[in-house]
C-alpha cells in the first residue's frame, strides 16, 4: 500500500517563493516515477512536473525556469521548488506515483498566489 502525503502549500505573494515536500510510504519509492500536477478552481487537472526513477525531469511551459523538481530515493520524499510565482500558479497541488501502470495520488496541498 502506497501513501502520499503532500505539505508546504500555503499563501505567498506574486514573485515568491514555495517549497513542496511528499513523502511516500512503501517500499516502491525508488523505482517508480513521480510528479506534481496541480487542478485550479474550474479546470482540468495538469501536469506540472515528472521525475524518472532516475532523476529525469521534464516540465510544464508554463513552468519551466521556475520550479525545479527533485526526488531523494534514500528518503522516500520528493520536492519541487517554486520560485517566481504568479497568481495563475494558484492551485491545488498533487503528488503523483506511478508504478507498473497503477497510479497513487495525495490528498493535494493549496498554493495560493496573491497580493
Known amino acids: 500500500q502506497v501513501q502520499l502525503v503532500e505539505s508546504g502549500g500555503g499563501l505567498v505573494q506574486p514573485g515568491g517563493s514555495l517549497r513542496l515536500s511528499c513523502a511516500a510510504s512503501?517500499?516502491?519509492?525508488?523505482?517508480?516515477?513521480m510528479g506534481w500536477y496541480r487542478q485550479a478552481p474550474g479546470k482540468q487537472r495538469e501536469l506540472v512536473a515528472r521525475i524518472t526513477r532516475g532523476g529525469s525531469a521534464n516540465y510544464a511551459d508554463s513552468v519551466k525556469g521556475r520550479f525545479t523538481i527533485s526526488r531523494d530515493n534514500a528518503k522516500n520524499t520528493m520536492d519541487l521548488q517554486m520560485n517566481s510565482l504568479k497568481p495563475e500558479d494558484t492551485a491545488v497541488y498533487y503528488c503523483n506515483l506511478v508504478f507498473w501502470g497503477d497510479n497513487y495520488w495525495g490528498q493535494g496541498t493549496q498554493v495560493t498566489v496573491s497580493s
Open positions: 512503501g517500499s516502491i519509492f525508488s523505482m517508480a516515477a
